[in-house]
């Protein structure tokens, strides 16, 4: 499966992957009795694929997580099925609108991802349903064939590994000198520790642990996952070091390796729009802020979500405010009205979809990430009346919003956006318009 945060570009949500791995695939494996591994937490020297070709030969069980299309695992599946006929579970977020032919016929068990997090009945749902796939497989004897190369080739024998062979793979898959992992720290360690200096807004701790990352990925010449470069911006313009403009500027050419002037990837376009949306506010530099508005326009299409939606009609009011031509001025001005109308009704549809949950069944992370979604999307409410001169209604929205933000510097943040929009409508080139 893949890891971090992925985009499936079929839907243009971003689906966090850690949070299947660690909410439900992990814990249902555990649950049937087995260890379970993700190729990030295999400590190894050298090529990583030499123990994840092994783990797919002999592992008891192989799952496979092929949300957002990744192709890594899907070629990991294939892999699977070329080497062994059965103990293979297919698994995939319900969003994937459609199958390869040669996949299309396989059994793809599915649960359903919010993004962000997972629902906590679905969360238990789905690793129970997983948990008893996999001791069914296990008992069954003899077992089914789950791979369609040995489905179709009758006459075909497994391969393994002899015992020299095999002697030679777990030497070279192996550690041999324990200070070696002070160099050749599991992939999921570091990224575990990365969290943690992130979730106390260490950015430039964070910073040095990601860099050490991209590092290691370079030393055993592998390409740098793009969710490592797009993490590694976010924490180097947080940190604001040596100062604010390096930063961001910094943050920019990390995201350039990215190619986000074509990108479809969302979460770069949307990290993109961030670092120059923070570069036009130091520098004033009218180029800088029409790629901010390209980036977030093309996220916002794309991927038809408020976030990007609110912040592209922000951009179209700050543009309006410092035109120069009246007809310019009144064009953005006009267009971020629309946006936020299709940003009211984006927020309206989840506020819908989230009406009947359950808060006393959720997990307390599933829980805090409820509530943090639920605020921004009452203060994405309230920003976008005010934004279309629904002054009432967006002060009653602002004050619901209030009510319900779990930390204060959400409140502030929120405060902060709704002071610096307020004098961009006051100033509206609309009174120009005879």
């Given amino acids: 499966m893949g890891f971090g945060k992925k985009t499936d570009f079929e839907t243009g949500r971003t689906l966090d992957l850690d949070k299947s791995y660690k909410n439900i695939?992990?814990?249902?494996?555990?649950?049937?009795?087995l260890t379970c591994v993700r190729a990030d937490e295999i400590v190894h020297s050298g090529l990583i694929d030499i123990p994840m070709y092994e783990q797919?030969?002999?592992?008891?069980v192989v799952i496979a997580d092929l949300s957002t299309s990744n192709k890594n695992a899907y070629y990991e599946l294939g892999v699977r099925h070329a080497l062994r006929p059965f103990t293979t579970i297919i698994i995939a977020e319900d969003g994937i609108k459609s199958f390869p032919f040669d996949v299309n016929h396989v059994v793809v068990r599915q649960y359903h991802h919010m993004g962000d997090g997972i629902d906590f009945d679905e969360v238990m749902r789905f690793r129970k349903?997983?948990?008893?796939?996999?001791?069914?497989?296990?008992?069954k004897d003899p077992r089914d064939k789950d791979s369609p190369v040995y489905a179709y080739l009758h006459d075909l024998s497994p391969p393994a590994l002899d015992a020299a062979i095999r002697a030679a793979v777990q030497q070279a898959a192996t550690i041999q000198n324990p200070a070696d992992l002070v160099?050749?720290?599991?992939h999921s360690v570091l990224m575990q520790q990365v969290d943690d200096a992130q979730a106390r807004k260490e950015w430039g701790t964070a910073k040095t642990l990601l860099n050490t990352v991209v590092q290691m990925a370079k030393a055993a010449k592998k390409e740098v996952d793009p969710y490592i470069i797009q993490r590694l911006a976010l924490l180097t313009y947080k940190s604001e070091q040596p100062t604010k403009t390096e930063s961001f500027q910094e943050a920019r050419a990390l995201l350039s390796t990215l190619n986000p002037q074509t990108s479809n990837d969302t979460e770069t376009l949307g990290l993109w729009g961030a670092v120059h949306?923070?570069?036009?506010?130091?520098?004033?530099?009218?180029e800088t802020l029409s790629e901010a508005v390209r980036a977030?326009?093309?996220?916002?299409?794309?991927?038809?979500?408020?976030?990007?939606?609110?912040?592209?009609?922000?951009?179209l009011n700050v543009r309006a405010s410092s035109a120069a031509d009246k007809a310019e001025a009144i064009a953005d001005f006009v267009q971020a009205r629309r946006v936020r109308q299709e940003v009211l009704s984006i927020c309206a549809q989840w506020l819908s979809d989230n009406a009947a949950v359950q808060q006393d069944n959720m997990s307390p992370q599933a829980l805090k990430d409820y509530r943090e979604s639920r605020?921004?999307?009452?203060?994405?409410?309230?920003?976008?009346?005010?934004?279309?001169?629904?002054?009432?209604?967006?002060?009653?929205?602002?004050?619901?919003?209030?009510?319900?933000?779990?930390?204060?510097?959400?409140k502030d943040s929120t405060e902060e956006q709704i002071?610096?929009?307020?004098?961009?409508?006051e100033s509206s080139p609309l009174v120009h318009i005879q």
Avoid: C, H, S
């Fill in 375 to 410: 605020y921004w999307v009452l203060a994405t409410v309230a920003e976008a009346y005010l934004g279309t001169g629904e002054t009432e209604k967006g002060e009653q929205q602002l004050q619901e919003a209030y009510a319900a933000a779990p930390e204060t510097w959400m």
């Fill in 25 to 33: 695939i992990k814990p249902a494996v555990e649950d049937a009795g």
């Fill in 183 to 186: 160099e050749n720290q599991v």
């Fill in 419 to 425: 002071g610096k929009l307020r004098p961009l409508l």
């Fill in 296 to 315: 977030y326009e093309r996220g916002f299409y794309l991927r038809n979500d408020y976030y990007n939606g609110i912040n592209l009609a922000f951009l």
């Fill in 277 to 286: 949306k923070r570069l036009y506010a130091e520098t004033k530099d009218p």
């Fill in 129 to 139: 349903l997983l948990k008893d796939a996999i001791v069914e497989i296990l008992e």
């Fill in 56 to 60: 797919l030969l002999n592992a008891d």
